[in-house]
């Protein structure tokens, strides 16, 4: 396992839109993005919603042409409407719920659909 980290090829998530107030878009190369409740430092993202949202929630394991999305056994993490069960992968335009918080994101900025 320690091997596939190792060489792991660059990829860039990029947040498109977000319904939180001061939410930062942008785009991160982060090989693993971690989000959580407030407060949590340890954590890329931090979702609003106090104890409806786990302190580690669910991160993205984010590699070229190679994007999953892991649910950490939290109160609930979608993607695109779907409930996330353990991991699903990421493919281009998506939109990451996680309680009243959607995250709008792409795995590749030329990919909108």
């Known amino acids: ?10 990829n860039t998530i990029t947040f498109l839109d ?5 939410f930062v878009l ?6 693993i993005i971690k989000f959580g409740r407030e407060e949590y430092d340890l954590n890329d993202y ?3 919603g106090g104890n409806a949202i786990s302190r ?8 070229k042409d190679n994007v999953w999305l892991y649910d950490l056994e939290s109160t ?11 991991k699903m992968p990421i493919i281009g335009f998506n939109i990451l719920s996680i ?6 994101i792409t795995t590749d900025k030329t990919k909108l659909l």
Request: with cysteine.
């Open 76 to 86: 609930g993490t979608y993607l695109n409407d779907e409930k996330v069960t353990k």
């Open 1 to 10: 396992m320690d091997f596939h980290f190792n060489t792991m090829k660059e």
């Open 46 to 48: 931090q979702v609003p």
């Open 56 to 63: 580690r929630h669910c991160l993205i394991i984010n590699s």
């Open 18 to 22: 977000c319904n939180v107030p001061d």
């Open 99 to 104: 309680n009243d918080v959607d995250y709008t």
């Open 26 to 31: 942008g785009s991160t190369v982060n090989p």
